[in-house]
């Protein structure tokens, strides 16, 4: 296992915008994705992209390993609608909204089998099986590409970590994209950050599932108004009933504090200039 921690890759050109806790990138929707496509493996580090969403949030608090991820992250961008919110309430600039769902999309599609080898980590074997038919009508070489299937608790057993890590290097991988799950995924990426030189690691959750038809995603009048979370806590109860109605409970006081800090921080700017006028 790489050392606990490590300096985030150079960001390049462009800035980030801090809200809750996290640098998300200023990088709007397609600037993203170019920079992204632009990849060919021969930059010596990796390159983790997060999209935080409430959970994440509130699993910043209190998990070291995942604060560690977003730290080395070298772009983060703002998947979940109430992060807006609170940007909106705090009186600060609000961060572009780009959801792993939609970014996954619009990268997938315009990999080139002449330019990139992607990996992929997905959730079941049904979903593998999917991807592996579509990248063989998209003429990828069977060498430079890698679909695994880890078992469940992978993450914690040592020698399913390393069958992982040695089917994901077959390919050299441009791209890996993990679709197991937060914050298994972010975390798995930081700690074995050594074996993903030169891939950029997306970590987007279900965005495997809903481009490839094996989840449902929600109606696109639900994702605009920024309720796509009702629409999943609908179809998936059980799963998600904990997640989004009981541990999400803290974010309301992570969000609060945030509210507060950019009144107060404008009231302070206001009194400021006021005094200077008089």
Known sequence: MEAASAPRPDPGAGGVQSLLGVEFTDRGFDALTDEILANDGA???????VTANVDHIV??????????????????TVDGAPLQWVAFLAGSTVPHRITGADLFVAVVDRLDPARHRPAFVASDEALAQTVREWLESRAFPADSVSVCVPPFGFESDDAASEELLQAVARCRPTHVFFGVGAPKSEIFAFRHRERFRGAIVMCIGAAIGFRFGTLRRAPSLARRFGFEWLWRLLSEPKRLFRRYLIESVPFCRVAAAEITRGWQARLAAFVGSMRTRG
Request: proline residues 0%; glycine residues 0%.
């Open 59 to 76: 699993k910043l608090q209190h998990n070291r390993d995942l604060r560690q991820a977003y730290d080395f992250a070298w772009r983060a």
């Open 43 to 49: 930059d010596a580090a990796c390159r983790l992209v």
